[in-house]
């Protein structure tokens, strides 16, 4: 028998759009647009120490436009970990590069640097460390063994805004990274990016190109305005307290929330694209993601502590993590179970909403093969309350009591 007491995958929330602004895309459009740039981009960089930054359509194409900047003669290959999202994939290969998948580690899924290192050779032009789920990748080791090379560093951060790692900012320790505001991110602009870096050379290129793509037309607006709003709906409690579980089981096994976004909203935000890139933030997101970084600290602030509770009393290995003192934005928890559709269905019969890992393996790497067979997304998001996390810890140790855990550091 199913509960009803629900935990939803996400909770999303669309209190920082204002009216107001919506009025200022028709009275004072590119004047009060391209302040509120400006406005956002400063605090962007200000508050992660960086000279530069510059929004961009898509987290994505910030990549791609940072990589056709650094292109070198000679060097064609940038290494990407082996697990992650495709679209990082995409962007080295549209860039004219060759993508070269690399190990990763068991206990977080980021960057193994010591199968890293005989991969860098003088035709690498860059290394791209995710910091998957939050979770920082052993990057300021990392970037000494590039910088000895001549080999670029460029951060993905789109699970780690705002985040520090060893006192310093995730995102300024190579030549330039690059973070999304797509819905679910962090900082939920509808869509977008941004690129920070400390290289004046490198940003006026970036900024050349992005400001190439007009922000999006008042159509793509009120698309993405009404998928904001279906979003924050079907991702609060509401469906769950009106059907339960019983709809969602007839669903089948797979998130509720992830496949109304993949299915519905996607496809939304592909609207208005302008020759292959989508437009910039129109003027009300650029100010909702201003607001949002303003109390961003306070809400990773909570996440984490949030995550320091979840770990209580749960068996080691059970849940994705960093070192200890390395940096985390907690962005997302994930669980590595053996038997993955077992573990779901218990989860679900504990009202717990729950997919498997998102993110994609490639190449050579059984470490992020399985990973990826066995990992479990679980329900994350910064309003949970206490009794949020102390319900999914119970769930969680009833499944790995069940069913058993993936084993950690014997991935391999």
């Given amino acids: 028998m199913t509960t009803r007491q629900a935990l939803p995958l996400y909770h999303t929330s669309v209190s920082s759009l204002r009216v107001r602004d919506f009025l200022d895309v028709r009275l004072s459009a590119n004047a009060a647009y391209w302040r509120s740039v400006e406005e956002f981009e400063s605090a962007y960089g200000s508050a992660h120490g960086a000279a530069e930054a510059v929004l961009v359509p898509t987290g994505r194409d910030g990549l791609r436009f940072i990589l056709e900047f650094l292109r070198t003669p000679g060097r064609t290959r940038v290494v990407v970990p082996a697990l992650g999202d495709s679209s990082i994939m995409e962007m080295v290969l549209d860039a004219g590069l060759v993508p070269v998948p690399a190990p990763v580690r068991p206990s977080d899924g980021t960057l193994d640097l010591g199968r890293v290192e005989p991969l860098l050779d003088r035709h690498v032009l860059a290394v791209i460390p995710v910091h998957l789920f939050g979770r920082a990748c052993q990057v300021e080791r990392l970037a000494e063994m590039t910088s000895r090379q001549g ?24 030549i330039a990274s690059f973070t999304s505001f797509a819905p679910f991110k962090l900082i939920d602009c509808g869509g ?39 979003l924050s709906l079907g991702t ?31 496809p939304l935000l592909k609207h208005g694209a302008d020759e292959g890139v989508r437009g910039l933030p129109a003027l009300p997101f650029v100010r909702s993601g201003l607001r949002q970084l303003i109390g961003l600290a306070s809400r990773l602030g909570n996440q984490q502590r949030l995550a320091g509770l979840l770990r209580r009393g749960l068996p080691l290995g059970l849940l994705l993590e960093g070192d200890a003192g390395s940096g985390s934005s907690e962005y997302a928890q994930v669980a590595s179970f053996a038997d993955r559709d077992r573990a779901m269905r218990v989860l679900v019969r504990r009202g717990i909403d729950a997919v498997p890992n998102p993110a994609e393996a490639w190449g050579d790497c059984p470490v992020a093969r399985r990973l990826q067979r066995e990992g479990v997304l679980l329900p994350w998001f ?31």
Wanted: overall charge positive; hydrophobic content about 45%.
């Fill in 151 to 174: 080999i670029q560093l460029v951060e993905d951060c789109a699970h780690a805004p705002l985040t520090q790692h060893q006192g310093r900012w995730l995102g300024t320790f190579g």
């Fill in 192 to 230: 977008g990016g941004m690129v920070l870096t400390n290289d004046r050379r490198l940003a006026a290129a970036v900024r050349a190109v992005a400001r190439r793509h007009v922000p999006i037309g008042l159509g793509s607006l009120a698309a993405r305005s009404l998928a904001s709003v279906a």
């Fill in 382 to 412: 910064d309003k949970m309350a206490d009794q949020d996390v102390d319900l999914l810890r119970k769930a969680l140790v009833e499944a790995a009591g069940t069913i058993g855990h993936g084993p950690g550091a014997a991935f391999d």
């Fill in 236 to 266: 609060s409690r509401m469906p769950y307290d009106l059907v339960g579980h019983p709809l969602y089981l007839r669903m089948g096994s797979g998130g509720h929330a992830v496949r109304f976004y993949e299915d519905r909203v996607r």
